[in-house]
């Protein structure tokens, strides 16, 4: 089991920032990749980034390319997304995931095992 803290959440003005963070803890971070997801209201959760277990192969939805850095520290087992000149329509619940599978760039829900209780994001215009 691996258990999964979301933290970083909240509020903020459209062209604003937020770094969100996930805390892992149960088994060996280093063994996952993570992802992150959202999920609007009356919408379907949708992929927003991932990275491999080793940190050096990240993916990207196109709506967030450029504006969103994933990132992880597995000394800290924490997995990272700076989100930078935030739009409306990305208000949601931002979701982090972890998955031991060793395929890159793992973007459809039902490939992660793990998920976190997720943080709200509220970005007003």
């Known amino acids: 089991q691996v258990q999964l803290v979301e933290s970083g959440g909240g509020l903020v003005k459209a062209g604003g920032a937020l770094r969100l963070s996930c805390a892992a803890s149960?088994?060996?971070?280093?063994?996952?990749?993570m992802g992150w997801f959202r999920q609007a209201p009356g919408k379907e959760r949708e992929f927003v980034a991932s990275?491999?277990?080793?940190?050096?192969?990240?993916d990207y939805a196109d709506s967030v390319k450029g504006r969103f850095t994933i990132s992880r520290d597995n000394a800290k087992n924490t997995v990272y997304l700076q989100m930078n000149s935030l739009k409306p329509a990305y208000s949601a619940v931002y979701y982090c995931?972890?998955?031991?599978?060793?395929?890159?760039?793992?973007?459809?829900?039902?490939?992660?095992?793990?998920w976190g209780q997720g943080t709200q994001v509220t970005v007003s215009s």
């Open positions: 995931a972890a998955t031991r599978s060793a395929k890159f760039g793992i973007r459809t829900v039902n490939e992660y095992a793990y």
């Open positions: 990275i491999n277990w080793g940190g050096a192969v990240t």
């Open positions: 149960g088994r060996t971070f280093s063994n996952y990749a």
